[in-house]
């Protein structure tokens, strides 16, 4: 059975305290998750200790990196490194978002060095993919959603890329306030199913989390999450709120 994940994205927003605020209101609030089912909260690196101790007893929660740097040391002032988070207790590092991909220029190349380095280290790659609206109103969505998921995973092995979360993030529908319709959500996520099914085969194809992110909220995330190939969402802005996040996470199949 596919795992369904609520993961959250905190982006670059919340002082210490705001973080630590968030995190106790969360972890004390009335979600309930079963065996098949995971939160993972994304949070600015500064605050990646703090999270994972606060999550430490919590069955079922993770934290996870908003990003890392391809290679292990060296000379990359500012950067992190996949071994670095692993060495704090990261389990899960985000790849490719779409903020990344626009504003530092990542490269599909670039992304599938970032996504080897993260299972290098035993990690789970979530890799971000999805398209912007001109390409959404050509019609070639398809198309371009696999060619990401080609060029940044498909030089993985099989073994590899089952321990990989997909999120397909259109991009006009990210921070927007615009959601993808949840026909449209399932049309492209069993489209990548198929593509993960044609290079990797169905049993493998069908055991590989599938996300969907775009301003997902409280109030329509039961009927996006009820659709047979979406496994569960990538949420942003309605991380920041614990009753909207609670929620979310109450949704999940
Ligand atoms: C995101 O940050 O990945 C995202 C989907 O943001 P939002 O939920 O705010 O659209």
New binding site residues.
Partial sequence: MRKQIAAA?W?MNLSWSEAEQLLNDLLSSSYHLSENQQVIISVPAIYIPLAIQKVAEKSGVHIAAQNCYPKANGAFTGEISAPMLASVGVKHIVIG???RREYFNESDTFLAEKVNATLAIGSTPIF?CGEPLAIREAGTQNEYVAKQIEASLFQLSADEISKVVI?Y?PIW????GKTATSDQAQEIHAYIRSVLAKQYGENIAQSISILY?????ANNAVEIFSQPDVDG???????LIVTEFNAIINALK
């Fill in positions: 994205n982006k978002h779409s903020e971000c999120a993030e529908a990210i921070g927007t992110g775009g301003s997902v909220k969402g990538l949420v942003g802005g309605a991380s």
